[in-house]
Nanobody, 122 residues
């Protein structure tokens, strides 16, 4: 069993930065690929970024490449999402996710966090 708790969301102006954190629990945390999804009002949940269990491979949605960076610290059971050059279209609830594969889809997720809201104002 893995539990995930996100933090770090908030209100930021366009062009600004935020760092999201995801605290994991459970002895098997380090065996899971980790990722972030987001869901904007009225839209489906979409993949943002993921990292393999070892941290050696990362995958990014085209919309965030060059602006977002994912990292993980297995010793601390933490995953981070550094978001720079934020745009209004990045406004969404961001969910931390754990799955067997780093190439994540919503249907392939084993565990979800409850989400943290990121609001980017113009």
């Amino acid at each position: 069993q893995v539990q995930l708790v996100e933090s770090g969301g908030g209100l930021v102006q366009a062009g600004g930065s935020l760092r999201l954190s995801c605290a994991g629990s459970g002895r098997t945390f380090s065996s899971y690929a980790m990722g972030w999804f987001r869901q904007a009002p009225g839209k489906e949940r979409e993949f943002v970024v993921s990292i393999s269990a070892s941290g050696g491979s990362t995958y990014y949605a085209d919309s965030v490449k060059g602006r977002f960076t994912i990292s993980r610290d297995n010793a601390k059971k933490m995953v981070y999402l550094q978001m720079n050059s934020l745009k209004t279209e990045d406004t969404a609830v961001y969910y931390c996710a754990a799955g067997a594969l780093a190439t994540m889809t919503p249907g392939g997720i084993n565990y979800w966090g409850k989400g943290t809201l990121v609001t980017v104002s113009s």
